[in-house]
């Protein structure tokens, strides 16, 4: 009598479906099978597309006035980010998950592994189907599974129960003959955690599908690139190597942009934006627990003028971590002096905080005066007092870099944006 295969461990990787577009369906069931897209927190590109509009050929990231005739041609619904609305079901997402399993990975707002334990290829396939139909029931967001013996897999699988409709919205990757045939069928810049330009190195190498990496000799590839790509060779091969993130795994970078529908003339009007940007930057920064080392700011103009271009970019580290954003602003306008150029009129602007951690400790220097434990327990304080006071009237304190408040103004169009169905009862729909 064969005998039942046991896992040690197994991930199953939640992947929501077009999560924006999926968050605003919730609560607009008349938008089922109607071609959605939500656009970037300026209305300038889309970030999110039904199935409706792939079918189009419409791409991530295309800009709206490329698309405007199509979008009244094919009765496309256009939605702002409503931020505050994909994040609320998110956590509602991995709420429920954690509710339902003691190990949940969350990778992402709309993406999550649940780490299986001691389990059957056809135990783990019936706990997806459980995970999918709770999600869906509960939740009422549309779910793709994943499930196989490593996270690289595992996301394979999710793509693959994505884009076969015959899967059902779930895939196992344990048969291994079923295991190479998809690695064969699958270009190489598909895999996670292969960028760009590895895959032109990989490609010159006439490796150019998983299946073929997956062949590969991988301490070879060590040797020759990194012990990443090892990692990656291993879990196609089943492998479990990229470890599970940390419970306090770091942001990377904060970055806040904006496109704006009216160029820019003056170094005054470029600061108030960019220390408008550097504000809310800076308060995602302490929500999230966290101090910066370095700043970087961008100014330039539209890609698609006719007059002349220009664009600019320039970083400064601080001598200590900080998340106060009084010095990030005036760092802001430091760096702002040094890279503005008059004639010009200028599209878009952006601010990134980046070297992120979760506290002060740094490796000083002789020349450096440090900053006593007051000094930082006084700047904490007032942030803090700060933060509260906006969350609790809404955003009216502003620093005085940041301009009049009739000068900020929003370039996302209101009209586009959904109501805060799940965080204010003013917002709730009503039925009747």
């Known amino acids: 009598m064969p005998t039942t295969t046991c896992y040690r461990k197994v991930y199953a990787l939640i992947d929501c479906n077009n999560f924006f577009v999926s968050c605003e369906r919730l609560f607009r069931p008349?938008?089922?099978?109607?071609?959605?897209?939500?656009?970037?927190?300026?209305?300038?590109?889309?970030?999110?597309?039904?199935?409706?509009?792939?079918a189009l050929g419409i791409k991530m990231g295309t800009?709206?006035?490329?698309?405007?005739?199509?979008?009244?041609?094919?009765?496309?619904?256009c939605f702002s980010s409503n931020f505050n609305l994909y994040l609320d079901i998110s956590q509602r997402i991995m709420r429920l998950l954690d509710s339902m399993y003691p190990e949940v990975l969350v990778y992402?707002?709309?993406?999550?592994?649940?780490?299986?334990?001691q389990v059957s290829a056809d135990d783990a396939y019936s706990q997806a189907c459980r995970i999918k139909k709770a999600v869906e029931r509960i939740i009422g967001i549309p779910v793709s599974l994943g499930v196989a013996t490593s996270k690289t897999l595992a996301k394979i699988a999710s793509h693959q129960a994505k884009t076969h409709p015959e899967l059902q919205g779930v895939c196992a990757l344990f048969d291994k003959t079923q295991c190479r045939r998809v690695l064969h069928q699958l270009p190489i810049g598909e895999i996670w955690g292969i960028g760009r330009r590895l895959e032109e190195k990989l490609s010159s190498l006439q490796i150019k599908t998983a299946g073929q990496l997956a062949a590969t000799d991988a301490n070879a590839m060590k040797k020759r690139f990194s012990i990443v790509l090892w990692r990656t060779i291993q879990e196609l091969r089943g492998y479990d190597e990229i470890k599970e993130l940390p419970p306090d795994h770091l942001q990377q970078q904060i970055m806040w942009s904006r496109s704006f529908r009216e160029r820019l003339l003056t170094e005054e009007a470029l600061g108030v934006a960019l220390c408008g940007f550097a504000a809310k930057a800076a308060q995602r920064l302490r929500e999230l627990k966290l101090y910066c080392s370095l700043l970087t700011i961008y100014i330039r103009t539209s890609y698609f003028t006719q007059d002349k271009r220009y664009q600019a970019s320039l970083s400064l580290r601080f001598d200590h971590p900080t998340a106060d954003s009084r010095t990030i602003l005036t760092a802001v306008n430091i760096l702002l002096t040094r890279i503005f150029k008059p004639g010009f009129a200028y599209a878009k602007a952006g601010v990134i905080l980046s070297e992120l951690r979760a506290s002060r400790t740094h490796q000083g220097d002789l020349f450096t005066k440090e900053q006593s434990a007051q000094e930082q327990r006084q700047s904490d304080n007032l942030m803090e007092l700060i933060d509260k006071l906006n969350a609790q009237n809404g955003v009216k304190l502003y620093f005085g870099a940041q301009g009049r408040h009739e000068q900020i103004k929003e370039s996302t169009d209101k009209r586009l944006l959904s109501p805060a169905y799940t965080t204010s009862f003013h917002a709730l729909p009503e039925l009747f």
């Open 108 to 117: 992402s707002v709309d993406e999550a592994f649940v780490i299986l334990r």
């Open 63 to 77: 800009p709206v006035f490329k698309i405007q005739d199509l979008i009244l041609k094919k009765h496309i619904v």
């Open 30 to 54: 008349d938008l089922w099978q109607r071609p959605v897209i939500v656009l970037s927190n300026n209305d300038g590109c889309v970030v999110a597309r039904s199935a409706e509009v792939k």
